[in-house]
């Protein structure tokens, strides 16, 4: 007798296998390492002698059985035997000379009956080697198990039963079958030993449909006995038949019973199969079915050494063609019927749950079904809120950014366009070599992924959607929180509030008007993933009649719909995954701080925060391929996207307050000349103005007894983190541009701090408005004043927020952007009062740009195959020069990278400082001292391994003009005139012969052994695919980039060796010509992308919201049918 | 995350209702729960009051320890400038206008016969002793004459006193414009100076006129040009590079700016010399700025400006430019003899420019009240009305010095607006006898090592001027022969000014220039050239020492 931890069911088993009223003529049973009483069980009732202990954790039934057979029951020593599985061994049954074996399980007990059917079933023919029984229901016994198993094309175990199936004698007629289950399955004995008993490849599932099969195969018949009934546990914990072992046996089984030839076919089929499994699973929001299933797939798989011995087992015994068994598999059509019958099985009963939650009081949440049902009610339509917040901070927005919408293109500040079409911003994005200046290694910003996003969103035109997205910044994030808001409140007034307040927040306007990109995308997807993230936990406000769930570690025993009253919901989770992507990859300082609430929340809740850790795979996808390019220069990790530019780092107490800038208290208002500094601390009252209100609700709501208090300690907690750990980042310089070191900017620490107070402040407003309505009689006195109370309170709410946008978007119109020299763009970005009181609010630095950065002639051979660049150089105050090596059409906001900005910083944080300059660095200083001092040195030498062919002087003044003058006489350079760009001057190439081929730098050079050029070739953005001549020998071909290992190139298949020239990557070119091929490549970028694309393809549809309805198990359609096909292995 | 008390009283309550019959066992529980209720809230607001502690705490504690700045700026670094060949383009010697007619009276004629031209060129080593390749070439690049070959070797510079030597040379005569080049030693730039001196003592061109050799640039001034009748002003214009430059003219006479069609978009081909006659774009303007503007390649300008009233010669010279618009301008070297007779003689008809004047131009719009100081070997001395003259802005306007005694002075003027200004010098104090001038244009405070080169023949002065303080100047000659001599400290105090005569041989050698360097308080100085026994005059600004190594702030943007 074999028992594995059945001490449960093995009583009634011993019993019903002792009342048989044809009793086994031997017993031996088998215990497998039980940890409960079922060796002393089986001891008791079939003896000491008769029990054998099999502890192997990872063989399965089959070698159990084998196990014991060897042991006790010897072939030809002892003369009947029977054996059960994990529970007992039966009697076997003598029938002439003819030993038969009888498995049982330790959970299924046999009707009376059963051995004498099965024998009688037996004796009629002897072509009958294997006989099983009717499977019933443990508890009850007229619900059908199974009777006989069949197999689908692709060896799926199937019952072909539907769900509470009755057993009304229906299949009664059964008696040739497939295979049959192997609980209550009796052997012929030599038919036993001639198979080799199961395959130990199938431990779990599946191993009497395989020892059926060979059955069949070796010319055998297999029948059901349906009078032999057998009564079987269905839904035994940890029992071995899940569903990813019957995967993995159904894959095994494929791969067994297929002729040779069929076998990779097969096995890619299987790989197909378990991806679309995949993918289907997570479009139903069951990830982690999928997942079992995939990696069952894979562990199906990768046994070739179990699978060639199952094989070889198997062709030694087959006697007839494989087609034999094929009209006793079942088609496809009874399957899909079958699958149908067992939906409709389950449908029925969750019309019910949808009936009830149209009885719910108050929508929350979004549109779609997945975050919460929008349902109409007497009180009119529920988006008027968010329509109202909207369209005023739409109208504000206009108002203040008005001059923006002149042209397609904005600049200033931290912004620059965007290069023209979305291929180039991904080809930006995606690249393993930074193209800024001279070129360096590294992956290209996270961020580099939203731009592209955007131009998407803008039609391919990534500018205007740019301008687009600084107008409708305000709008969207009015939407977002009116959104979020729903989550946590069910009061409309207060979500018209937090749309208010999210819109007017100074975070969001300080980053509109300096330009900040990142910051702005951050605080405009901020309240999404609150929304997303408190949904994926399932603690968002619930309905009214449906059981609180206060913090559980558990998930709520009531399932209902994902995303409330502590269900967790995958969509939810999967749309916080792609909403913190987006955040992280903008305000790249937020990963961590949002990284560890995100560990600690989920660790916390335990199950019910399973789904959370989905939500950090994007973010890490995203981050790790650019993480790896940064392992030495750590610090950017936490440098802002875009240009990086100076700021003045506010003191906490005001971050508090939701101001990012610094200001001073009687600094007065940036731009509006009546509240400047004077007796009134005007941005003191106005700071407090916005933010007091809601931080007094968000205090309150910390104190107040409540429902939700905890979850308004969560909000806290995380605020009071973000702002710490963007303070202490504060002190990490992380960008350089000229001579500023910038370090990150305060504006996403403040806005994350600032949705989590905001959440925690509609706690409780909640909490403070809700009470009167709870206790009607006992303080009605007071209803009066409360109201009072709460008008006050609801317009100071509603005030703040409105004051805040008027008195931006009042400096905005009476200060209207200077038309700042292009110079600012470039130069020292340090604000111009540090000496003065800064006042609140910034001064709009945005402005719209009309024509390009750089002069068409430069643009058209910058994109052309020349890829010549140019050299902008700025005069800036007391002589000082500014100067930049753009590609292209000028350096794009997609190409920047905070490594580059990074790079030269050294330096302990807190005394950061420029490092040395490198050659390449040094190389450009020189060329633009030597072109501005214009001593009549020639600077070609530098400019042409630069592969600047232009020079562009762009003036903030009129010395700018003398500057020109001088500039026309350095040798090599020609005058091409003033452009709307600037000055511009041609680059003349020093030598004739390369001047004939062509009348400007390119960036792909060949020189000859005394290191003159003699040729240039066309060339890609960072690849050359181009033909060389045949020439001498000792030529290079030189890149304009400096050198790094990952650069590579081939001449006709054949590596080239790879060399420098000076800091520029070269390569050793043969004398004989031919096409050549240079590359950057990463070793391992192709996976990481391959990676990404996986990670974010699964997320998408994961966050795919899918009508798709819960059965009341929680269990998705997929997994309950398959249970039901196992259940009873 | 505690458990939520508000939640527990609820599910008591619940679970209390539902079980009314049983009161005594709802009582019982009630109590407990009030108990877990009051520990429940006592717990909340503790933890409540922890969390509001620690945002309270954080911000205490980050406003005692310095706060993040969010961005600061560094020094820009600054970039070196390769060191470039220097360049001095020299005038060409006095010439009459063409068209000016040649009469057979030998007496009366306007070509001088006597005229005579010499080049003086100075190069000095740098500290090692390496002297730099240098030559004289014409202004298309062909050598007229080698002054030092470039060396071999460049020794590096050891430490201890700097052991100098030098190079000289003297071409005479001098028939066109000529270009004096030296190579940068190392990432220095080469001490170089030069000049051309003309002289000649019959025809129109009669008088002393000498030009530095100066550095070509795009933007210079050029004050004292006169196109009035029996005046004649001609600018030359070379430009001795390899780009071709457009250059511009913008006049200012006594009455504003004066518009001419042809001062505009000149072009001067490389290698070449362009003449402009002042007269055909400006003419009658006794008191002339031209502000020469160059885009393209870097030009020199100078004017020849001649004098002739009636028959008798007034003298001639070469304007070149001075320091550009500025506040203070400086002039050493203005030396005015007998005021008595200079009185006399400018107040006749014809002569009001034969007496010593300060002239100022004032570019921009606004008019400058400018205060004229002069200081004198004994000091500062009174002007006779008060040194005070206001200038229209876009004008130019004349201060004559007739009331000053005679003596050497340096002219100091100052402003709050930018101006340009420049002294004339006048010799002769007989009408009907020849008469010469000179014009001393701003120059720059003196620093170290300025090399000075000196005409051969004639008398030379070396004039300094300290406005304030004290400083010490100290000048070294050097001998053609390329040894540098001991140098002679003057030591002199503020508001004074020293003329000090040069001898014509330093031992046995000819004497071929000078290394000045000075140190305190600013100084200035100019070098008077004059002939024994003549009214001939001419003043030379000491030329911009050597840059050294030079060095622009360069940042690096994207």
């Not at chain 1, 149209?358 to 549109?367: I, Y």
């Not at chain 1, 399973?610 to 890490?620: E, G, I, N």
């Not at chain 2, 001075?322 to 301008?329: E, T």
């Not at chain 2, 000048?475 to 508001?495: E, F, L, N, Q, R």
Request: charged letters at 15%.
């Amino acid at each position: 007798m074999v028992a594995h931890d059945g001490g449960s069911y093995l009583p009634r088993t011993l019993a019903a296998l002792s009342d048989q009223t044809r009793s086994a003529d031997a017993a031996i049973g088998i215990d497998t390492g039980s940890t409960d009483n079922s060796l002393d069980l089986l001891r008791a009732a079939l003896g000491q002698a008769n029990v054998t202990k099999f502890v192997q954790p990872k063989s399965g039934f089959g070698a159990a059985v084998q196990a014991g057979l060897d042991e006790l029951a010897p072939a030809g020593a002892a003369q009947h035997e029977d054996v059960a599985k994990n529970a007992e061994a039966a009697g076997a049954v003598q029938a002439g000379a003819v030993q038969w074996i009888w498995l049982l399980h330790d959970d299924a007990a046999p009707a009376p009956d059963a051995l004498a059917e099965l024998l009688h079933a037996v004796e009629r023919t002897t072509s009958v080697t294997v006989a099983g029984c009717k499977q019933l229901g443990w508890d009850d016994d007229r619900h059908v198990v199974d009777v006989g198993l069949s197999t689908s094309r692709w060896a799926e175990r199937l019952t072909l039963i539907d769900a509470d199936e009755v057993d009304q004698g229906q299949y009664d007629a059964r008696s040739d079958t497939f295979a049959v289950n192997s609980g209550g399955m009796l052997i012929r004995r030599d038919v036993w030993d001639q198979l080799q008993g199961f395959d130990p490849a199938l431990p779990g599932s599946g191993d009497d449909v395989d020892f059926c099969w060979r059955n069949w195969l070796a010319g055998n018949r297999v029948v059901v006995v349906p009078s032999a009934r057998m009564f079987h546990v269905e839904h035994r914990p940890h029992g071995l038949g899940t569903s990813s072992a019957a995967r993995k046996a159904q894959i095994h089984m494929r791969l067994k019973h297929t002729p040779w030839w069929n076998l990779p076919f097969q096995a890619v089929g299987a790989l197909l199969g378990a991806v679309v499994r995949l993918v289907l699973s997570i479009l139903v929001k069951e990830p982690g079915y999928g997942f079992s299933q995939f990696t069952a797939t894979i562990a199906g798989l990768v046994r070739p050494l179990a699978i060639a011995r199952g094989r070889r087992i198997a062709a030694r015994t087959r006697r007839v063609h494989r087609s034999v068994v094929r009209g006793l598999q079942a088609t496809s059509r009874e399957v899909r019927a079958n699958r149908r019958s067992l939906l409709e099985a389950i449908r029925p009963s969750e019309e019910t749950t949808v009936a009830s939650d149209l009885l719910a009081p108050e929508p929350s949440g979004d549109a779609s079904d997945d975050f919460a049902a929008l349902a109409t009610n007497e009180r009119g339509w529920v988006g008027t809120g968010a329509v109202v917040a909207a369209l005023i901070a739409f109208a504000v927005s206009f108002v203040g950014l008005f001059g923006l919408l002149r042209t397609g293109i904005v600049a200033g500040g931290g912004l620059l366009p965007l290069s023209e079409s979305p291929s180039d911003i991904w080809a930006n994005a995606s690249s393993w070599w930074i193209s800024l200046g001279a070129g360096l290694p590294g992956h290209a910003d996270p961020f580099a992924y939203v731009l592209w996003l955007l131009s998407l969103f803008g039609g391919g035109d990534g500018n205007s959607a740019t301008v687009w997205l600084l107008i409708l910044a305000m709008p969207l994030s009015a939407i977002g929180a009116w959104f979020a808001a729903g989550a946590l409140t069910t009061r409309r007034r207060f979500r018209i509030v937090a749309a208010l307040a999210w819109s007017g927040a100074p975070a969001l306007l300080v980053a509109i008007n300096q330009g900040r990109p990142g910051a702005l995308v951050a605080h405009v997807l901020m309240p999404l993933l609150m929304l997303a993230l408190i949904r994926a936990s399932g603690s968002a406000i619930g309905r009214a009649h449906s059981v609180r769930a206060p913090f559980t570690r558990r998930p709520a025993p009531v399932l209902g719909k994902p995303g409330i009253n502590g269900t967790p919901s995958w969509t939810a989770a999967a749309a916080a995954g792609l909403a913190m992507a987006a955040i992280t990859a903008s305000a790249p300082s937020l990963l961590g701080p949002i990284t560890v609430v995100v560990v600690l929340v989920a660790v916390v809740l335990g199950t019910r925060g399973k789904t959370m850790w989905w939500s950090l795979l994007p973010s890490a996808a995203l981050f790790i391929p650019y993480g790896i390019s940064v392992l030495d220069r750590p610090r950017s990790l936490l440098g802002d996207p875009g240009l990086p530019l100076s700021f003045d780092a506010a003191p906490l107490w005001q971050q508090f307050l939701g101001q990012p800038l610094a200001f001073d208290i009687d600094g007065g208002l940036t731009g509006l000349g009546m509240f400047g500094p004077g007796a009134v601390p005007w941005a003191l009252v106005l700071a407090l103005l916005v933010s007091v209100p809601v931080l007094l609700l968000a205090v309150a709501a910390l104190f107040l007894p409540g429902k939700r208090t905890a979850l308004a300690r969560v909000f806290w907690l995380a605020a009071l983190a973000t702002l710490g750990s963007s303070w202490l980042m504060g002190h990490v310089a992380t960008g350089v541009n000229n001579n500023v070191i910038v370090g990150p900017f305060t504006g996403p620490a403040v806005s994350a701090a600032g949705i989590l107070l905001l959440a925690a402040a509609l706690l409780g407003a909640d909490k403070i408005f809700a009470v009167p309505t709870r206790t009607p009689d006992t303080v009605r006195w007071k209803s009066p004043l409360r109201r009072i109370a709460s008008g006050v309170a609801l317009a100071l709410l509603v005030g703040g927020p409105l004051a805040g946008m008027a008195a931006w978007a009042g400096q905005n119109v009476l200060q209207p952007l200077s038309e700042a020299p292009v110079a600012a763009d470039t130069a020292n970005a340090l604000p111009s009062d540090t000496g003065n009181k800064p006042s609140l609010g910034s001064a709009r630095q945005v402005r719209p740009v009309d024509n390009g950065t750089l002069p068409a002639t430069a643009v058209d051979r910058g994109q052309g195959p020349e890829r010549t660049r140019t050299l902008v150089i700025t005069s800036g105050e007391q002589g000082a020069f500014t100067s930049s090596l753009m590609r292209g059409d000028g350096t794009t906001l997609d190409s920047l990278s905070t490594i580059a900005s990074a790079r030269t910083i050294i330096g302990a944080p807190g005394r950061e400082e420029i490092a040395t300059d490198d050659a390449a660095t040094a190389s450009l200083r020189r060329a633009v001292a030597t072109i501005v001092a214009s001593t009549g040195v020639d600077p070609r030498n530098d400019l042409e391994q630069l592969g600047a062919g232009f020079v562009v002087l762009k003036a903030a003044d009129d010395a700018a003009q003398l500057t020109a003058s001088r500039i026309d006489a350095v040798p090599g350079l020609v005058a091409v005139g003033q452009t709307d760009a600037g000055w511009l001057w041609r680059v003349t190439p020093r030598n004739s012969a390369a001047a004939t081929a062509a009348d400007t730098a390119h960036r792909v050079r060949i020189l000859n052994a005394q290191g003159e050029a003699i040729g240039t070739l066309p060339s890609e953005e960072v690849s050359v695919d181009a033909a060389v001549p045949a020439g001498d020998e000792g030529r290079r071909v030189v890149l304009a980039e400096r050198s790094d290992p990952g650069w590579s190139a081939w001449m006709d298949g054949r590596q080239l060796k790879s060399t420098t020239s000076g800091w520029a990557q070269a390569f050793e070119l043969p004398a004989n010509g031919g096409h050549l091929e240079i590359r950057y490549t990463n070793p391992w970028g192709f996976w990481f992308g391959i990676l990404q694309a996986v990670v974010f393809g699964l997320t998408v549809l994961l966050a795919v919201p899918m009508p798709a309805r819960r059965s009341r198990t929680g269990m998705s359609r997929d997994e309950v049918s398959l249970r039901k096909e196992y259940s009873s292995v | 995350m505690s458990e939520d008390p508000k939640k527990q009283v609820d599910d008591n309550g619940k679970r209390g209702s539902a079980k009314d019959a049983r009161n005594s066992a709802k009582d019982a529980r009630s109590s407990k729960s009030a108990r877990s209720s009051n520990k429940g809230i006592i717990t909340g607001v503790l933890s409540a009051a922890v969390i509001l502690a620690a945002g309270g705490g954080a911000v205490a504690a980050t406003s005692m320890v310095p706060a993040p700045s969010g961005g600061s700026a560094v020094d820009i670094r600054q970039a070196d400038v390769p060191a470039g060949r220097s360049l001095g383009v020299c005038p060409e010697p006095a010439r009459l206008v063409t068209g000016t007619e040649v009469d057979t009276d030998a007496e009366f004629s306007p070509v001088s016969t006597t005229a005579t031209s010499a080049l003086n060129a100075l190069v000095l080593s740098n500290p090692a002793g390496t002297i730099p390749g240098s030559k004289v070439t014409s202004l298309a690049g062909d050598t007229v004459a080698e002054i030092a070959k470039t060396p071999t070797s460049t020794p590096s510079p050891s430490s201890g006193p700097p052991v100098l030597a030098a190079a000289a040379a003297s071409i005479s005569p001098v028939t066109a414009p000529t270009v004096v080049g030296a190579d940068p030693i190392g990432n220095e730039q080469a001490s170089v100076a030069a000049n051309l001196s003309y002289s000649a003592k019959d025809g129109d061109l009669r008088g002393l006129a000498a030009a530095p050799c100066q550095k070509p640039g795009n933007d210079a001034w050029l004050l004292g040009s006169d196109t009035a009748l029996g005046r004649t002003a001609v600018l030359n214009l070379s430009n001795a590079s390899e780009t071709p430059a457009t250059v511009n003219l913008d006049l200012f006479g006594a009455q504003g700016q004066i518009q001419a069609p042809g001062a505009r978009g000149l072009l001067v081909a490389p290698g070449t010399t362009r003449s402009v006659n002042l007269a055909g774009l400006a003419p009658g303007e006794s008191q002339l700025a031209v502000h020469v503007r160059s885009s393209g390649g870097p030009v020199a300008g100078t004017i020849q400006q001649s004098v002739l009233r009636g028959l008798v010669p007034g003298g001639v010279e070469f304007l070149s430019s001075g320091s550009g618009p500025s506040n203070l301008q400086v002039m050493a070297g203005v030396d005015i003899q007998d005021a008595a007779a200079i009185k006399a003689l400018g107040s006749k008809a014809g002569f009001t420019d034969a007496v010593p004047a300060l002239q100022i131009a004032v570019p921009g719009s606004t008019d400058a009240v400018v205060q004229v100081r002069l200081y004198g070997a004994n000091g500062e001395r009174q002007l006779p009305n008060g040194g005070v003259v206001t200038v229209k802005g876009g004008t130019v306007a004349t201060l004559d010095l007739d009331g000053v005694p005679a003596g050497s002075y340096t002219v100091s003027a100052s402003s709050d607006v930018a101006f340009v200004a420049s002294t004339r010098i006048a010799r002769g104090a007989k009408a009907e006898e020849p008469t010469d001038f000179a014009w001393s244009p701003s120059s720059a405070r003196l620093g170290s090592q300025h090399v000075v080169a000196v005409p051969r023949d004639g008398q030379s002065f070396f004039s300094f001027g300290v406005p304030e303080g004290r400083a010490t100047v100290s000048y070294a000659p050097v001998t053609a022969d390329g040894k540098v001599g001991k140098s002679v400290d003057v030591d002199m105090s503020g508001g004074t000014t020293s003329l000090i005569e040069l001898p014509a041989k330093s031992g046995q050698a000819v004497v071929a220039g000078y290394v000045v360097s000075a140190s305190g308080d600013p100084a200035y100085g100019a070098l008077i050239l004059g002939r024994q026994d003549r009214a001939d005059v001419s003043v030379l600004g000491i030329q911009d020492a050597a840059a050294g190594l030079e060095k622009v702030p360069v940042t690096v943007g994207y």
